[in-house]
Structures are given as C-alpha cells and as structure tokens.
C-alpha cells in the first residue's frame, strides 16, 4: 500500500526531499554524459598511441621516445600478493626520469619473484611507458602499455553514459512529479529502469573484452545490440500492473481451491 502522508506539513517536506535528489540526479547525469562524451571524443588518439606502440621497435644511433629504449634502474623492493581475490605484482623502481616508481608487473614469474632490494635492472621504457624490465637475461613484460586501452575507454564510456541516461530519466521525474511521489512513494517503473542500468554496465564491460577481436566501434554495436537485447528480455516489467495482474490471477487461484476445499 503506497505511503500517505500524515499532514500537509509532510508532504510538503517529502515533495521538497524529491525535487532536491532529482535536481542532484540531473546535474549528475550532466556531468556523466559529457565525461563519457569526452572519453568517446579521446579514443582515436588512444587508438592513434596503441598503433605507435605496437609499431616500435629498439632505439638505434637516435634515441627518441618514441623507440623502446633502455634505461638503468635499481630496484627498492617488490609486492607479491597471489590471494584469488587479491592479487598484485608490483616492482618499485629507483631511477633517471621518466623511470617510474612502480611498475605492475602481471605476474610474479619470470622475473619479480626473483629480484631483490638492491638489485640492478635495465627498464626498456617507451614515451612514459616502462613496458619490460630485465635483468641477467631474463625479461618480464610489464602492463604499462597502452595496449587495449581504446577498448575499456570505450566500454568505460558507454558505462558512464547508461548511468547519466538514468539519472536524467530518474531526476527529471523527481523534479517534475515531486508532489505525486510524495503521495505514492517512488514508482515501480524507477526501479525496474535502475535495474536496468545495473544490467548495462556488464554489458560494457563484455562489449569491452569482445573488443579486441572487433575494435572501439565494435564494442559500441555489441554493447547496443547487448543492451537491446535486455531490454527486450525485461521488456514484461514496462507492461502496466504486470505484478498486481500476477497477484490476482494468484489470489483468484487460492480463492478457487479454497471454494472447492469448502464444498
């Protein structure tokens, strides 16, 4: 049964609470559409950086940031943590600019397990990036690279904008019917487009490691085809009263064993 008010002076206070998160709501979603519209405005220059990446090669007689060059670091300590839900392989790093002073590392092996404080390595660094460290022969590619970075950008992106969607529609209707959901509380539909936005976001993410096979606008057409899809599998939950009509067609069903069990 929806909330009633007990006196005018609460609703009043209920209809001012509504205007005000609505208001907040739709100066979130401003703020999220343009950040996902500006991630989406910087993905060709992600792009642009991952295909100089993958087009390096050692530096010759020039040393330019733009050729995998070697630079010589000491190494301050490393962290090793193999817990299933938390793990890190982090190198800490003493060294000549723009060495930096910790690396993640992936993994442990081949080489982070093996390092100690103290010990000498050689960081193939390209532009900021410090992609390898090596020592006696044995390299361990890092993941500081800009490799896959266009895709979760993306994916980034489209999760923010199905947030800033949502709080537009959530804090638009607050703002706009304020006094009718002071009365009845918030409607069902809210909720069921909340859940909806909560059910986007993975669809991201999966657009997102779909995309190395597919690139950044392949990850924007999955992730549309992936939210239509939702939509049409929730689309019985925008059919009006579809849980009430579900509760009568139960009661009659309980009223009608209950008749029988009488006769």
Known sequence: ???????????????????????????LAVALIFFAGLGLTLVPDDMAEERAYRAARPCGTAVTEDCLRPVQATVRGTEIREQPKNQRYDLRLTGPSPVP???????????????????????TMWRNYATAVSKDGVTQYSDDNPEGLPLWATAIA????????????????????????????????????????????????????????????????????????????????DTPNWGRGRGRHASARTHTRSDTTGR
């Open 101 to 123: 002073r910790e690396v993640a590392m992936g993994g442990a092996e081949p080489l982070l397990r093996h390092l100690r404080a103290g010990d000498g390595v050689t960081v």
């Open 158 to 237: 489209l999760a923010l904008f199905a947030i800033g969607l949502f709080a537009a529609y959530a804090g638009g209707h607050a703002v706009a019917r304020a006094p009718h959901y002071a009365a009845t509380g918030l409607p069902t539909r809210l909720r069921k487009r909340g859940m909806q936005t909560i059910l986007a976001m993975p669809c991201a993410a999966l657009a997102g490691i779909s995309g190395i096979w597919t690139g950044p606008v392949g990850v924007i057409a999955l992730w549309s085809a992936l939210v239509g899809a939702l939509l049409v599998a929730t689309r019985r939950l």
């Open 1 to 27: 049964m929806p909330y009633q008010p007990d006196d005018p002076r609460t609703l009043r206070l209920r209809t001012l609470w509504h205007r005000c998160w609505g208001a907040v709501a739709v100066l």
